[in-house]
C-alpha cells in the first residue's frame, strides 16, 4: 500500500470551469476527509465519510462544493463554476475507526494524509 | 480570534539546537492532540499523537500537553537541517473523529 493517493497534483483552470479532485485512501481505511489549506495557514476540514455515508459537511462547503465516495472506496470533490477564492490546495486524509494505539483509549482515530491536489484559478 | 493559535515564524536554529514550538487553544473541550509536519508541496505528515494532558516521547520528538494552561508544545532534539520544514499543530474533540482544528504552522529552518 502507498498511502493516501491524490490526483491530479496541480490543476490550472479558468474562472468558471468545474473541476474534479479524485482520492484514494489507504484500501483498510474505512473513513476519508478532504481538507483545504491556502497558502501561510493549516488545513480547515471540509467534509468526512465513513464507507459511502457523507456524515458531515462544514459551512466553508458552499453548494459549488460536492463530494461522493461511492461504494466506500475512492472519493471525489468536484467544484463547480470555480472562483479565484477557490485556489488552494485540497487535501484528502483517511483513517481507520479502530484506535491505532489503544493504549491512548477508546477514539484514537488518526489521520493520514495524501500529498494534495493543488487548484490554480485564473 | 482563531480557536488554535500558533506562531508562523520562521524560526531558524543552528544544527545540533533544540527546537521548541507551541501551540495556544480556546476550547476547553478538546482532548486529542497532535503534532504534524509538512513539507514544501506536500501533505502533513503525522509526528505526535497525544490523549489528554502528559507528555509524550517518541525519539528526538518530546510532546507535551497542558490542558489546564490550555496549551501544547513540541520539543525537538539535536536537530538536523532534515527537520526544517512547517509544524502543524491540530485537535480535536473526542467525539468529532476527523474534524481537526489545526494552527497555522510554524516554519522552521535548522542551519548547517
Known amino acids: 500500500d502507498t498511502g493516501v493517493s491524490q490526483d491530479p497534483r496541480h490543476k490550472i483552470t479558468k474562472r468558471g470551469q468545474n473541476v474534479t479532485f479524485r482520492c484514494d485512501p489507504i484500501s483498510e481505511h474505512n473513513r476519508l476527509y478532504w481538507y483545504r489549506q491556502t497558502l501561510g495557514q493549516g488545513p480547515e476540514f471540509l467534509t468526512y465519510f465513513q464507507n459511502e455515508a457523507q456524515l458531515e459537511k462544514s459551512r466553508l462547503l458552499s453548494d459549488r462544493f460536492s463530494a461522493e465516495r461511492p461504494k466506500g472506496s475512492f472519493s471525489t470533490l468536484e467544484i463547480q463554476r470555480t472562483e479565484q477564492g477557490d485556489s488552494a490546495m485540497y487535501l484528502c486524509?483517511?483513517?481507520?475507526?479502530?484506535?491505532?494505539?489503544?493504549?491512548?483509549?477508546?477514539?484514537?482515530?488518526?489521520?493520514?494524509f495524501g500529498a494534495g491536489s493543488r487548484l490554480t484559478v485564473l | 480570534q482563531k480557536e488554535v493559535e500558533q506562531d508562523p515564524g520562521p524560526l531558524s536554529v543552528p544544527e545540533g539546537a533544540i527546537v521548541s514550538l507551541n501551540c495556544t487553544y480556546s476550547n476547553s473541550a478538546f482532548q486529542y492532540f497532535m503534532w504534524y509536519r509538512q513539507y514544501s508541496r506536500k501533505g502533513p505528515e503525522l509526528l505526535m499523537y497525544?490523549?489528554?494532558?502528559g507528555n509524550k516521547e517518541d525519539g528526538r520528538f518530546t510532546a507535551q500537553v497542558d490542558k489546564s494552561s490550555k496549551y501544547i508544545s513540541l520539543f525537538i532534539r539535536d536537530s538536523q537541517p532534515s527537520d526544517s520544514a512547517t509544524y502543524l499543530c491540530?485537535?480535536?474533540?473526542?467525539?468529532?473523529?476527523?474534524?481537526?482544528?489545526f494552527g497555522a504552522g510554524t516554519q522552521v529552518v535548522v542551519t548547517p
Open positions: 486524509a483517511s483513517s481507520s475507526s479502530y484506535p491505532l494505539d489503544r493504549s491512548q483509549g477508546s477514539g484514537a482515530n488518526v489521520l493520514t
Open positions: 491540530a485537535m480535536r474533540l473526542s467525539d468529532s473523529w476527523g474534524k481537526l482544528q
Open positions: 497525544t490523549y489528554s494532558s
